[in-house]
T-cell receptor, first 112, second 111 residues
Framework: DTGVSQNPRHKITKRGQNVTFRCDPI?????LYWYRQTLGQGPEFLTY????????KSRLLSDRFSAERPKGSFSTLEIQRTEQGDSAMYLC??????????FGSGTQLSVL | GEDVEQSLFLSVREGDSSVINCTYT??????LYWYKQEPGAGLQLLTY?????DMKQDQRLTVLLNKKDKHLSLRIADTQTGDSAIYFC???????????FGTGTQLKVEL
């Protein structure tokens, strides 16, 4: 257990529905990242927060995706109008020091 | 941007050493990492190396970095069945601190 908590672990939804995932970081970590991992691939960067400020977004993050980190604590990732191509593992990672990045267990999304 | 490449599969016998290789393209990578992922789980940080180092050893793990060839390797000594997993190499570049991952190497340890 890395101390990074993600909920839910699994989410099954119908195409067109909205979904929201939550990440609770290690408490003293000010950097928070969202990654997406599809089967057989490495994680791909989606977005990055330093405290509550969203500093970088990947072009993978379409307009249907939005992430927030109110008060620099937990973070949420929302996907609106889900599509089958959104099916993936969504991973949250947090870092405090300069070197280490710790990942949560991820939320596996299946869009039917 | 950074590209990171790894071979897809490695099979070794229990007790042998495993060597997993990785190449990267961005010479400005400051830190290079090895993560382990077991089925259905998140990524576990195994070890990392700063770009001004050639080697780092941590118990059964040895990381070698060849900056000239942009080649990184992870050696696991006395490989055990519990080491069976996917191993990801990742590089960190720039001020954004984000990591770019390879596609992963599936390590299978046979009895």
């Amino acid at each position: 257990d890395t101390g990074v908590s993600q909920n839910p672990r699994h989410k099954i939804t119908k195409r067109g529905q909205n979904v929201t995932f939550r990440c609770d970081p290690i408490s003293e970590h000010n950097r928070l990242y969202w990654y997406r991992q599809t089967l057989g691939q490495g994680p791909e960067f989606l977005t990055y927060f330093q405290n509550e400020a969203q500093l970088e977004k990947s072009r993978l993050l379409s307009d249907r995706f939005s992430a927030e980190r109110p008060k620099g604590s937990f973070s949420t990732l929302e996907i609106q109008r889900t599509e089958q191509g959104d099916s993936a593992m969504y991973l949250c990672a947090t870092g405090g020091g300069r070197e280490k990045l710790f990942f949560g267990s991820g939320t596996q999304l299946s869009v039917l | 941007g950074e590209d990171v490449e790894q071979s897809l599969f490695l099979s070794v016998r229990e007790g042998d050493s495993s060597v997993i290789n990785c190449t990267y393209t961005d010479s400005s990578s400051t830190y290079l990492y090895w993560y382990k992922q077991e089925p259905g789980a998140g990524l576990q940080l195994l070890t990392y190396i700063f770009s001004n180092m050639d080697m780092k050893q941590d118990q059964r793990l040895t990381v070698l970095l060849n900056k000239k060839d942009k080649h990184l390797s992870l050696r696991i000594a006395d490989t055990q069945t519990g080491d069976s997993a996917i191993y990801f190499c990742a590089g960190r570049t720039g001020g954004g601190n984000k990591l770019t991952f390879g596609t992963g190497t599936q390590l299978k340890v046979e009895l």
